[in-house]
């Protein structure tokens, strides 16, 4: 009996050596294994959940319309008010020179202070200028294998006429040979008359009130002479 109170005493005192008390102040700022601000690997993984997709959904798509042109019928319409004058004067402030009409205006259909030319005759202008479409009062037209004719006259007193023939026909140098005039009343009351040909050396105007060089000097004729003389023209 006495032998194991002994040994029970023996294992007392060994565990009282081995198990020591800690202070609780001796365990403040001890590391702590808590898995805290540990990495794993699937956070911020890509997760394909097919967000963001296109979905088509026909918008957008072309849609063909059938209905077709339509052809507006509403012609052109002529506006027949035509510009008026206003009389009335920008402002009136002092230093502005007021328009003053001309002392004198030549309407048409009056003559001009200066004579007729040499050669033309005098008319009369009432009527022929009055911005409207003349009628066609006479009127011939002839062509042939060979040449043509014609011939026009208007309300506004316009007279032409031509008359062309097929020069060489079935050469190298078959050509057009014409011949004409025409004459009107200009504004200023004078018949002008225009005579003229057309051939293969161009055309050709001869009138009274077109003006004509001057004579070529003697001297000038007398070196086109030598020249053509010499071959060189």
């Known amino acids: ?3 194991l109170i002994i040994a029970l005493a023996l294992v007392a005192c060994a ?29 911020g993984k890509y997760n394909n959940d097919n ?17 077709g042109y339509k052809h507006d019928d509403a012609g052109y319409r002529h506006q027949e008010d035509k510009y008026r004058h206003q009389n009335e004067k920008f402002g009136n402030g002092a230093g502005i020179v007021a328009y003053r009409q001309p002392a004198q205006i030549h309407q048409v259909g009056q003559a001009a202070h200066y004579a007729v030319p040499v050669g033309l005759k005098q008319g009369n202008a009432a009527g022929l200028y009055d911005n409207r479409n003349y009628a066609i009062i006479r009127k011939s037209e002839e062509v042939a294998p060979d040449g043509y004719h014609y011939l026009y006259e208007t309300e506004n007193k316009i007279l032409a006429e031509e008359q062309g023939k097929l020069e060489r026909q079935g050469s190298q140098d078959e050509a057009i040979n014409a011949a004409g005039f025409y004459e009107y009343t200009g504004p200023d009351a004078v ?8 051939n293969e050396d161009g055309f050709v105007p001869t009138a009274a009130h077109i003006p004509t060089p001057p004579p070529i000097p003697a001297l ?6 030598y020249q053509r003389a010499a071959g060189k023209l």
Request: proline share 3%.
């Open 1 to 3: 009996m006495n032998t």
């Open 15 to 43: 565990s009282a050596q081995v198990y020591k008390v800690v202070p609780q102040a001796a365990t403040i700022g001890r590391y702590y294994h808590d898995d805290t601000g540990a990495y794993h690997s699937n956070e």
């Open 51 to 67: 967000s963001g997709a296109y979905i088509p959904d026909g918008s957008g798509a072309y849609v063909h319309d059938d209905a």
């Open 191 to 198: 018949v002008y008359r225009v005579d003229y040909t057309a």
């Open 220 to 225: 000038i004729l007398k070196s086109l002479e």
